[in-house]
């Protein structure tokens, strides 16, 4: 079969909705008319409702607990739930403390972040823009990955050569963050529909927020999944602010889950504070991707508690009752901690121990990672191409004639001289 066949029928093998290209108007098409001029008004559209199980007290608020998420999944999630919560405080106050150059918290989204990766298999690709270390941490990366990372030394797999936070993870099927907004979005779907073309049974994941949603990235990312019929998870973290920009001021319609209509695309919001709600529709998105090889999306409603970046004050733009309020009343750790304790899956005691457990654990790959020297000065040269150029080996060698004559001038000591 042809590669041109290939893709003819990869572009059409799904289900279509009614209103395609040929119920557009087009010559021939069964496209409804009127005599009646009417404007569509969103306003007078009722909004998309958001999916919630679980209510702000623990509750289960309706329906049930899906099977697939036992009693020993649910702790496994809440413990790693906690785990990013107390790793996301040592490392904030270690970037304060002038320790690392930068940080990011995902502190008021760990039940959109974990419950969505928890509801994933290890062969779909996974695209994370720079808030989803917890899809990183449920997928295996270590502490210590995340430490060697954020202190850029020379065990960090992307050799340092990243700002802090801008994890990779190919043995975990993740791809790397990149601090350009959106950008991981289309490249998700090409990968989608090359895996497609390959006939193999995954979807691809791309997160973002709603604040990346503005950038034409994602507006051409979702057409080209919907016409090419990509499977393609696309979850976006609406946590109400772009940085210091709150959604009001972003945009006028139904949030970001009012585009995919649009688009063509199957769509749900969600309580993306509610960890079953999350796991459930991610679930569910999944099989429908797959099943019908198409696109998803998916708005998880929920709150960013922390600054934006450590570059941050959100206090000029946000009040602290605000804050208080998402961090006490409607927290997803809390929420998911007190159902366990009503369910006597967990107890305080437990919770005590595993927070002296999980900071232990997170200080000791921190100070590890501190007293790790920094990568060869000489990596510089490494991977500019597959093969270095003679102009690069001049360079080079310029390099280590220098350090062989002022090293002494240079904390050397610092570095992996090896």
Known sequence: MSLKVMRHLARWNCIRPK??????????SAAVYTDSLEFTNPISMP?????????????????????????????????????????????????????ISFYMTCSGEEAAVIGSAAALQESDTVFTQ???????????????????QCFSTHKDN????QMPIHYSAREHNIQCVSSTLATQVPNAVGYAYSNKLKNKKSVTVAY??????????????????????????FICRNNGYAISTSTKDQYFGDGIAARGAGYGIRTVRVDGNDLFAVYQAVTAARELAL?????????LMTYRVGHHSTSDD????????????????????????HYLVQQKLWSDEEEQSFTKECRKEIMGAFNQAENTPKPSPYL??????????????????????????????YNLDEYDMK
Request: some cysteine; proline content about 3%.
């Open 158 to 161: 992307t050799k340092g050569r």
């Open 314 to 337: 959100s206090t000029a733009y946000r009040s602290i009752d605000e804050v208080n309020y998402w961090n006490t009343r409607d927290s997803p750790v809390g929420r998911l901690g």
């Open 47 to 99: 909004q998309i409702p958001t999916y919630r199980v679980l209510d702000r007290h623990g509750s289960i608020k309706k329906g049930n607990v899906p099977s697939s998420l036992s009693a020993t999944l649910l702790v496994e999630i809440y413990k790693k739930m906690l785990l990013l919560s107390k790793m996301d405080k040592i490392l904030l106050q270690s970037q304060r403390q002038g320790r």
């Open 130 to 148: 720079y808030r989803e270390v917890g899809v990183f941490l449920w997928r295996g990366f270590t502490l210590d990955d995340v430490m060697n």
């Open 208 to 233: 973002f927020g709603e604040g990346a949603a503005s950038e034409g990235d994602v507006h051409a990312a979702m057409n080209m999944a919907a016409v090419l019929c990509c499977p393609t998870l």
């Open 380 to 409: 510089v040269f490494d991977d500019v191409y597959d093969t270095m150029t003679s102009q690069l080996g001049e360079q080079r060698r310029s390099l280590e004639e220098h350090l062989e004559e002022y090293g002494e001038n």
């Open 291 to 299: 099943s019908e090889s198409c696109p998803v999306l998916l708005e």
């Open 19 to 28: 209103s395609s290209a040929m119920a557009s108007g087009v010559a021939g």
